[in-house]
């Protein structure tokens, strides 16, 4: 029998070759489910942070001859990727979220495998732990605190002191704006667009001032007489300091803010200890002329920070202890190597962390001592209140995420400095959108 | 007995139907069904409530608000959109050194992502530094409010959107053109007709069944346009940029609202589909014989 030979191939072999890869293919994701595999959903797609988790990976499959794959997404799409790999079948075991209504809802739904024992093992700052039910779902890398910074050679050149006041906040950027170096200089930039860097931003005021959303019941406080009041006195305050800013902040996001205090646009900005690394890639002449303080209230007696945080949920998975024994295996060296990532803005939740010569080692943290200073004073100060609209109540729910994602206190801004309405009206109108966003 | 070329085309006709089928039949269905239930996210247990989704997305002020406002933004985008790219065309289709050239660069922003559009976009319109906020203060013009009022920020919104799509309509109508007897032309011109009446009573004319087809397009892609809105404002400021398609997703995805944003959706497609039918009942796609 002759065969036709192709280029030393003949056909019967090139087709059983196909039959067998086809076959393959199929039995493939079989193959797949066998091999032991934890797969991580990152949500820090900083370089550092990625290599900080691919190393521990590595070392992982290493030691406990298991393969730890890294998927990476910005934070803001960790929860819509995890949700899409449980509703197609291959949820991660490990994922990121960074929104307090996202862990409620999977524990809810019961996709997350509780990690109480692995929480409770270390002593963590104010504020931080979420329980759902009385388990433990998040395992929290960071604190994302945002307070003020301000130009402390201006400060120091026009004699001010550091506000205690909203009045003396405005006084200091109006005295802090004039002209640099042929660029005009503005007293403050703070975002006021449809944007989470505007509730993240610009309400911490009202924190200080002792406004809150809920009670302990979930009755609507923000819509009492008291908070009333004193939210329409935030809004007076904000309508003047709107006016040492630089135009455009309703497009202005994160970026924009980083971008206005670093290039000296701005006197004073809010942020969390990013701003501090940036200065020292991009502004070195800035790196150590800033200074930090938490919001003021109006009367000088208590000051706040807005509530952040990051962390990893192990979900429910056939790989779920598995995953439960990496991050175990993780929580320690490797921990300490994730954070030093981002090692100004990566403020550690853990207690332990602070007293930790391994972390303490870091370059930045060493030079910036004053400054973790200053952050790990946040958690201690009890004259220092930490909240955010997504945070508030007396446990997680999705009724103070959904004023958080309706706008709520963005547009309550906007109705002051756009569309000059009376800071009562603007109130009263926040108080409407709420009342509808949580009976949505 | 059906000849092997009528095996190909019901072969192509029955695998186009059932990747309709599957791919655009599927999600609607999907979305009606969803838009029956309530849900907190799409891995939660649905829960049938009949019509009350309908029923609490029509009493709501913001619904008819997103309405009035992808209305405003599909109807002026489109005019804007269908003037210029007329005018570009005709330009286009004049005979003039480096024409092949100017054809290229004319279909250039079609051609970027809108991802890149809307940063450009926003870098040139930044409040402080952007370019054209910059040149318009130095010419005397004062600090344009590109996005810090409700109807510039939807008219900077209809701008970049107008900038992005308008080359899609200069090519089809530069192609339109290019369909055109000469004889038609001078024809007009023994009878007297000028520039001016030869658009009117001869250009305009012929262009009707390319026009017709652009703007059916045109006006179902920019009532769903989600990415350049979404991208420059997020429906703000205050709601004067949230069209449907933005308050769809908000509700689904970020209100954990699924069958709110499904039941959003849906009026939406039923309402467009409503228009369209109007629109071919008014402009059919083929000459009545």
Redesign the interface.
Known sequence: MTTRKTGGLSRRSLLTAGAGAAAATIYMPAVHSQVHELRFLNGEPAVDSVRALRVAAAQYEKERRIKVTIDTVPSGDAY?RT?SA??GGRPYDISTLIFV?HVL??A??G?LTPITELVNRHKWGKRILFPVNGQHYWYMYDYNLCWLFYRKDLYDSAKLEPPKTWAQLLENCRKTSGTEGGSQRFGMATP????DATNWMSLAYMWADGISLFDDKWTNTFASEENRKRAAAYLDFFGEMYKTM??????AGFGTITA?YSSG?AAHAPYAGRLIEILEQRAPQLADKYGMMPYPDSAGKQAAVNHGYDGWVVGKTPMAEEAVRFLEWFSDAHYINFLHSAPLHFQPPRLDIYEDARWRAHPLIEKHAGAVKTMQGFLDDPNIVIRSVDTEGPAPD?RP??IF???VF??ML??KV??NLSSQDCVSQAVEKMN??IA? | MPSRYDWVIWTVFWSGLALTALFVGGPVLDALWLSLHQASSFIAEPRFVGLANYGRVVVDPEFWRAMGNGLFYALTSIGLQVVLGIAFALVLNQTFPAQRLVRGLATLPYLLPTVVVALTFQWLSDGSVGLVTVLMRDLGFGTIPWFEQPWTARMSVVLASVWLWTPFVTICVLAGLQTIPPALYEAARVDGAGPVALFWHVTLPQLKPVLTVVVLLRGIWMFNKFDIIWLLTKGGPLGATEHLPIMAYKRAFSLFDVGGGAAVATLSFLMLSIVVTIYLRLFPLEEKR
């Open positions: 819509t949700v449980i509703k209504a809802t999977l809810n739904e996709q006021i667009g449809n944007n630089p135009p455009g902040m309703t497009q206005a646009q999705l995420a959904k994602e309706s706008w963005p547009e906007q109705n756009l569309k509808r966003a949505g």
